[in-house]
Nanobody
Framework: QVQLVESGGGSAQAGGSLKLSCVAS????????MAWFRQRSGKEREFVAA????????RIGDSVKGRFTISRVTATNTITLHMDFLEPEGTDVYYC?????????????????WGQGAQVTVSS
């Protein structure tokens, strides 16, 4: 059974950087896109970034474009979200998710598997 395990995150001040990583443990022949979504208490889940199964294609959410990047190491089924120029948005929980298909998507309906979440807090 595949599990998504997130690590990283934590707290930072506005303008700083943080990193989140996610490993898809279990089967290693995963050819599905993976993505990060985030959710703030009382808010809808928001798309952050996605990457195709090979790592060649990515999609970045409008609210983080130019500040966040996503990368993938296919050999280890690991994706990483590099978050730079963080904005003081309070606390979000970031979820690593795996899609039904290989191409990156911004639609949450395309994702069926997600991790336990990692908290990111950005203060001013």
């Amino acid at each position: 059974q595949v599990q998504l395990v997130e690590s990283g995150g934590g707290s930072a001040q506005a303008g700083g950087s943080l990193k989140l990583s996610c490993v898809a443990s279990g089967r290693t022949d995963r050819r599905y896109a993976m993505a990060w979504f985030r959710q703030r208490s009382g808010k809808e889940r928001e798309f952050v970034a996605a990457i195709g199964w090979s790592g060649a294609s990515t999609r970045i959410g409008d609210s983080v474009k130019g500040r966040f990047t996503i990368s993938r190491v296919t050999a280890t089924n690991t994706i990483t979200l590099h978050m730079d120029f963080l904005e003081p948005e309070g606390t979000d929980v970031y979820y690593c998710e795996e899609a039904f298909r290989g191409c990156p998507s911004e639609d949450s309906e395309d994702y069926a598997l997600w991790g336990q979440g990692a908290q990111v807090t950005v203060s001013s």
